[in-house]
């Protein structure tokens, strides 16, 4: 069964680097997600992400974040000057984007660990 | 504004039934979905409602009504593995999910 795919699965930073954090999305699959979760909490929706544009983000995704597909599978996301509450669970997650309920159902990826030390 | 609300915990015991309760006042709303998470683990797909009504698929039915913002998710048959957290997430139609806290269930044997 195909599957969506993370790496790295934990990293761990300093306070002020840049990380990038790579998923590869199933293939037939159109939309890309990030989300994170800081421990204990729930899940926060990001950014989606369509035809090399965004297509949605929340108010979380400010100017230290930013997404991109470099190629025709990666899709990352990139945080700039890392803070300590930047420490979470970030899940990448794809859909086919056909909107008929269960097609448009979403496929998360493993998760990368962040810490910020 | 967005709210989600879910119970924070449930227990029952292994061969029960369990439900948990979502209720949601989202700006949009193009259904409504459920996923387990194990703890360390990515969600993963139960079900969904777009309509009003009941979706049953195995041991696990998910309910919508639209008009109370309100859905719920039924667990039939408890299973020790059933033990994780129960996510609600609200479909805005723009590709856009927002996530409820998240509801522990603890099965017990």
């Known amino acids: 069964e195909p599957e969506v795919t993370q790496t790295p699965s934990h990293q761990v930073t300093q306070m002020g680097q840049e990380v990038i954090l790579r998923c590869v999305p199933i293939s037939n699959h159109l939309y890309f997600y990030w989300y994170r979760q800081i421990l204990g909490q729930k899940v926060e929706f990001l950014v989606s992400?369509?035809?090399?544009?965004?297509?949605?983000k929340s108010e979380i995704f400010d100017d230290q974040f930013s997404v991109e597909r470099p190629d025709g599978s990666n899709f990352t996301l990139k945080i700039r000057s890392t803070k300590l509450e930047d420490s979470a669970m970030y899940f990448c997650a794809s859909s086919t984007g056909i909107w008929r309920g269960y097609q448009e159902t979403q496929y998360f990826g493993p998760g990368t660990r962040l810490l910020v030390l | 504004g967005q709210n989600i609300d879910q119970p924070t915990e449930m227990t029952a015991t292994e061969g029960a039934i369990v439900q948990i309760n979502c209720t949601y006042q989202?700006?949009?709303?193009?259904?409504l979905f459920w996923y387990q998470q194990h703890a360390g683990e990515a969600p993963t797909f139960l079900s969904y409602?777009?309509?009003?009504g009941l979706e049953e698929k195995g041991r696990f039915s998910s309910f919508l009504s639209r008009s109370k913002g309100y859905s719920y998710l039924l667990l039939k048959e408890l299973q020790m593995k059933d033990s994780a957290s129960y996510l609600c997430a609200v479909y805005s139609g723009t590709y856009k999910y927002i996530f409820g806290t998240g509801t522990r269930l603890k099965v017990l044997a």
């Open positions: 409602n777009v309509l009003d």
């Open positions: 992400f369509y035809n090399n544009e965004i297509s949605e």
């Open positions: 989202t700006s949009g709303f193009n259904g």
